[in-house]
Nanobody, 122 residues
Framework: QVQLVESGGGLVQAGGFLRLHCAAS????????MAWFRQAPGHEREFVAA????????LYSDSARGRFTISRDDDQNTLSLHMARLSREDTALYHC???????????????WGQGTQVTVSA
């Protein structure tokens, strides 16, 4: 079992930046793909970015590409998401996820954190 805990969310002005973190515990997550998803009120869970277990290959949504950067530190068992040029449309609860498949499909991820709220003001 892997437990995931997100942190780093908060209130930021449009155009600003935030760095989210996800700490994994229970067992090392180094053999798992990891990803960030987000969910805004009244919307379905949306893929943001993913990273493979070993080579560090990344995948981004169209919205995230060019603004967000996903990274992982397997020595620290952590996942990060650096978000820049934030807009109000980025306001959501951001979840960290881990699983055996490198995919944008949330159903493929076994482990989920509770999320950290990101709110972008005008």
């Amino acid at each position: 079992q892997v437990q995931l805990v997100e942190s780093g969310g908060g209130l930021v002005q449009a155009g600003g930046f935030l760095r989210l973190h996800c700490a994994a515990s229970g067992r090392p997550a180094s053999d798992l793909a990891m990803a960030w998803f987000r969910q805004a009120p009244g919307h379905e869970r949306e893929f943001v970015a993913a990273i493979t277990a070993t080579e560090g290959v990344t995948l981004y949504s169209d919205s995230a590409r060019g603004r967000f950067t996903i990274s992982r530190d397997d020595d620290q068992n952590t996942l990060s998401l650096h978000m820049a040029r934030l807009s109000r449309e980025d306001t959501a609860l951001y979840h960290c996820a881990a699983g055996p498949l490198f995919t944008a499909n949330p159903q493929a991820y076994q482990y989920w954190g509770q999320g950290t709220q990101v709110t972008v003001s005008a």
